[in-house]
């Protein structure tokens, strides 16, 4: 649920952001992917039937115990959509009970789902995803969004914002290899993502709260360290979320240009390699499988560290 003013004001998402940042000592976002086949072999016997509602009470149970390791480890999750939907009707249900969990958890929850569509569709999706607690369906505290509908697309999900002291986060230069076909196109003399980091700081002026940053933050990968500092500079009140550390290759010297001078104003996620970390060389050895969650526990601790020293 989020935190409230003396006034019973919502604290605004970025200023929640700020404060569990600061709370925990911690950039890291947990990513929570579940796959069924990477699955710790005590979760996976949940699926057994291999029916879809039984898949989905694997899901639910995997991500509430990684969410009970990562709790006070760090600040956010972000669940991917995607991994649930896969499952059907049964898997939106344990992606809302996965939600509900990290909220009741204390953890601020962004929703990978990359929705967007014309604005009357996209004020639909913002009421069905914005807004902690009982303020929306799903209640997740921010949202991933597409620009690629332009500006009135994302305008809705800015009101919503404003009503429900929620955030989005627009896709601006992604993580993977082949974004740049439509991202790095150049017209008018600008790339396009550098055009989208234009609108959403646009979109971000007269709301800056406490934290000098505003409800409109942008996604840009770790694997593109010279375009986040381009990113961080272009978009001076916009938290960055930065995927693609880790599995996908990007480091802690990767993503330091994500970061203001004051060590905040970016998160880094990690998804394969924190929640399947019993899975990894280095800890599947110490730990084994049925430790699984003393090494998700003690992969969060090293990216927190490794993380913490490059940036401060
Ligand atoms: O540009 C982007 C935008 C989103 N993602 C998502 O982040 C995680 C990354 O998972 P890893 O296991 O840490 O590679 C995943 O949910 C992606 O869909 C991204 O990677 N890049």
Redesign the pocket.
Known sequence: MSQSTSQNKPTAFADRLAQAVRRTGSVTCV?L?PRLEQLPTSIRQIAESGAADAKAAAYTQFCCDIIDVVKDKVACVKP?AAFFEQLGPAGMVSLGQVIRYASDAGLLVIT?GKRNDIGSTATAYAQAYLGAGDASPWGSDSL?VSPYLGRDSLEPFVEVCDERAAGVFV?VK???PGGGLLQDRVTDGQTIYARVAELVQELNQGRTGESGYGPIGA?V?ATYPEQLAEMRAAMPTSWILI??????GGTAKDVIAGFDDAGMGAIV?????LIFAHRRDEYSQKYGESRWQDAVSAATDEMNAVLATRIS
């Open positions: 990513g992917d991917q990978d991933t896709l992604t993580s993977n996604v990968g995927p693609g550390f880790g599995a996908q996620n990690n998804s394969r390699n």
